[in-house]
């Protein structure tokens, strides 16, 4: 069973920073890129930022030069370092892979998502 687990949501006051992470487990092979996705209140649920397997990024327009998307030590923990935070990126933020082998022998799993995490951005 693979399972994602966000952490490091909170509250903020404008220009402010937080730092989500993103944990993979359950007996990983590999895994493809991973992405953050959020969905704001009353919104679609959008692309933040994804990192790929060789590790190249993108992010979107929005977030660009303030949020920066990295992985840890191993390759199933991907950060989100969140700075100069806007009452705009209030949202949960979810983590997604788009591709997981699990177990011995591998199993694939396809968007794998985790539960979310909130961050509200407020005075």
């Known amino acids: 069973q693979v399972q994602l687990v966000e952490s490091g949501g909170g509250s903020v006051q404008p220009g402010g920073s937080l730092r989500l992470s993103c944990d993979v487990s359950?007996?990983?092979?590999?895994?493809?890129?991973m992405t953050w996705f959020r969905q704001g209140p009353g919104k679609k649920r959008e692309l933040v930022a994804a990192?790929?397997?060789?590790?190249?990024?993108r992010y979107a327009e929005s977030v660009k030069g303030r949020f920066t998307i990295y992985q840890g030590s191993t390759n199933y923990t991907v950060y989100l370092q969140m700075n100069s935070l806007k009452p705009e990126d209030t949202a949960v933020y979810y983590c997604?892979?788009?591709?997981?082998?699990?177990?011995?022998?591998?199993?694939?799993?396809?968007?794998?998502w985790g539960q979310g995490t909130l961050v509200t951005v407020s005075s």
């Open positions: 359950g007996s990983i092979a590999s895994l493809s890129g």
């Open positions: 997604n892979v788009a591709k997981v082998w699990s177990g011995n022998p591998p199993s694939l799993y396809s968007e794998v």
């Open positions: 990192i790929s397997g060789d590790s190249r990024t």
